[in-house]
């Protein structure tokens, strides 16, 4: 016979339920809050110094669980903390720079991939619009406001994954929309979906297949080269650096070289100058000495005080004769760092907040230097994040991308090892043999395949020496530019929310299939 139910249980008394009504959807709101907090750390893991790229999948995958199915307003919120928790620990830099800066870059770049998530769909036909809108949602990111800031991005995540490979076909940006491809796998095998899985996964292997055989330059000479760390103590300020001891720690290191070598590189800004080097005879005949002496073309980082309130940013070449040679001046400025936009308004709000009191000039020239050893393209120091500045040198014949760098002045290495990482991924896009050279470190020589085949320590005196290649040609990446991964992800956002309003006209009312990723409890749970 059927057991029936004990009668002298009593049910909770009113007060009782009504708290524990109370507290539901605060414990829901905490857990909704938690999974975005932990897909966000997973994006922050997969970027450099950590670099566990795999994890940048599985925060896109996390991600996607969190917004499939619901309204734009959650999607919004949700998206928002994710990429907050990826960017606090990606940007930490930021805060021994300006920790109000840093909070406020956080919360507005956050904002951006909140919207991209508010703009897609709710349904599946988000997994066509989530890698275009993110996409987008990075281009403008790496350009507003103040020219942009390319740090802890999810194509630098993959630089030292296969996945990279693929930057040299469309670049960085297409990169982006792959990463959040392979993160939608893992969320379609969550739902069981194995046809998107399976697709997906072929998409990403014929992609890298595609980039082992796609053009990537030819190889025109060779260089015998060196790239000088000076060393010195890391997480210095400019006003409190005696120049001159700067200067001579990197004329040591450089009379350690052994043997005949093409191409001396010396970090950004070493020769720190009042006034011009004409206006200098110190620092230019020790390096004139070097030269000669070297028989080698010299390459070194120099800022000019022009007035009291602008300076230059240059590369100067020295010939192996010790004259003086080409020039390249630093175009792409470091906002609050070497020009203050809006100066006269920031320093009435901000005054005495430790803001460079010159500016820099920036330079119009194309990004080379031309020397006896062949045409040299350079990015100095911040250029090296945006991959236009790369591109600007290929198409203008540079052999060899030289980045010469000055990160002395940041806490930590996060800077640091993400400047590496993008010095590989631009090497990728270039085809080009990339050196990285700094002060206190890192610097680096880097393959045309991304590979780092020698890397300083911080604070170390040291030079790396090795025979690379000059190589000329463009990948697809440098012919074509960041269009057409523009002009694709237009286009995908348009296809996904066609295919969500014809899914909706074929399923007009509620639970009849427009999105069953959403779990029933999930769907009937309080808002948070």
Not at 230 to 250: K, S, Y
Request: with cysteine.
């Amino acid at each position: 016979m059927p057991q029936t139910p004990p009668t002298d249980v009593a049910p909770p008394p009113p007060a009782r339920r009504a708290r524990l009504r109370r507290r539901a959807p605060a414990r829901a709101t905490w857990a909704v809050g938690g999974r975005a907090v932990l897909a966000g750390l997973c994006i922050a893991a997969s970027v450099p110094p950590w670099g566990w790229w795999p994890l940048a999948f599985v925060g896109i995958a996390l991600l996607d669980r969190l917004i499939a199915g619901h309204g734009w307003r959650r999607r919004f919120r949700r998206t928002w903390l994710v990429a907050f928790a990826w960017l606090v620990p990606g940007l930490l830099w930021m805060w021994d720079f300006t920790a109000p800066g840093y909070v406020v870059a956080c919360a507005v770049f956050a904002t951006y991939f909140a919207v991209a998530a508010a703009l897609s769909p709710p349904g599946r036909a988000r997994w066509i619009a989530l890698p275009a809108l993110f996409t987008l949602a990075e281009m403008a990111r790496w350009r507003f406001p103040f020219g942009g800031e390319p740090l802890a991005t999810l194509a630098m995540s993959q630089a030292d994954a296969p996945l990279g490979q693929t930057a040299r076909l469309a670049g960085s940006y297409a990169l982006v929309a792959l990463v959040v491809l392979g993160g939608l796998a893992l969320s379609a095998a969550w739902e069981r979906r194995a046809w998107v899985t399976a697709g997906v996964a072929i998409g990403l292997v014929a992609a890298m297949a595609l980039a082992a055989v796609a053009p990537r330059g030819h190889v025109v000479g060779h260089l015998r080269v060196a790239v000088v760390q000076g060393g010195g103590p890391q997480h210095t300020r400019a006003a409190d650096t005696d120049n001159w001891l700067v200067f001579q720690r990197e004329v040591k290191a450089t009379e350690t070289i052994k043997g005949p070598v093409d191409l001396v590189l010396w970090p950004e800004d070493v020769v720190g100058l009042e006034g011009t080097l004409e206006q200098n005879p110190n620092y230019r005949n020790e390096i004139v000495r070097l030269a000669r002496q070297l028989h080698t073309t010299l390459v070194v980082g120099v800022t000019e005080d022009i007035s009291p309130t602008r300076f230059r940013n240059a590369s100067v070449v020295f010939n192996p004769d010790g004259t003086e040679g080409d020039r390249y001046d630093k175009v792409r400025r470091v906002p609050f760092g070497e020009y203050v936009p809006f100066r006269s308004l920031v320093e009435k709000l901000a005054p005495g907040s430790g803001l460079p009191d010159r500016d820099a000039i920036a330079g119009t020239r194309p990004a080379v230097v031309h020397t006896r050893v062949g045409t040299m393209g350079v990015v100095i120091s911040w250029e090296v994040f945006f991959p236009d500045r790369a591109r600007d040198a290929i198409s203008h014949g540079g052999e060899v991308l030289l980045n010469p760098t000055n990160g002395s002045s940041y806490w930590l290495n996060i800077l640091q090892s993400q400047q590496v990482a993008s010095s590989r991924l631009r090497a990728i896009e270039t085809g080009r043999w990339t050196l990285q050279a700094a002060p206190t470190g890192f610097s680096a020589i880097v393959t045309p395949t991304g590979h780092v085949t020698q890397r300083t320590g911080i604070s170390q005196a040291r030079v790396l020496t090795q025979t690379i290649e000059r190589r000329q040609g463009q990948t697809w990446a440098t012919d074509v530019g960041p269009w057409p991964a523009l002009v694709a992800s237009v286009l995908a956002v348009a296809l996904a929310w066609t295919v969500e309003r014809r899914t909706r006209r074929r399923h007009p009312h509620p639970g009849s299939g427009v999105d069953s990723s959403p779990s029933t409890a999930e769907i009937q749970r309080p808002k948070g």
